[in-house]
């Protein structure tokens, strides 16, 4: 069964800096793109960056210059470096993967379980 695990969320204090991770298991087959969203209590899931297979990145407006996105494809793994966080920045991060295994030959979404990031001092 293929899952994302996120590893890596803590307490850090404005203007540090954290790495999240996400490990794909499981068969699978390709993944055509990678993204993390997060939800802060009471509000809506948001879109935070993505990555899509050729290695291109995009960002939401409020992480753009903070967070960087990037893969190791070997080991099927993603990554989150957040740097300057702010306290707006706390919420629950999920890792989303849109692929294919070897029980699924058409694309779907799977989701982390999420990792709590809280910047507080």
């Known amino acids: 069964q293929v899952q994302p695990v996120e590893s890596g969320g803590g307490l850090v204090q404005p203007g540090g800096s954290l790495r999240l991770s996400c490990a794909v298991t499981?068969?699978?087959?390709?993944?055509?793109?990678m993204a993390w969203y997060r939800q802060a209590p009471g509000k809506q899931r948001e879109l935070v960056a993505t990555?899509?297979?050729?290695?291109?990145?995009s960002y939401a407006d409020s992480v753009k210059g903070r967070f960087t996105n990037s893969r190791n494809n070997a080991n099927n793994t993603v990554y989150l470096q957040m740097n300057s966080l702010k306290p707006e920045d706390t919420a629950t991060y999920y890792c989303?993967?849109?692929?294919?295994?070897?029980?699924?030959?058409?694309?779907?979404?799977?989701w982390g379980k999420g990792t709590l990031v809280t910047v507080s001092s």
């Open positions: 499981g068969n699978i087959r390709s993944i055509y793109s």
């Open positions: 990555i899509v297979s050729g290695g291109s990145t």
């Open positions: 989303n993967g849109f692929m294919t295994t070897m029980e699924r030959r058409s694309a779907m979404d799977y």
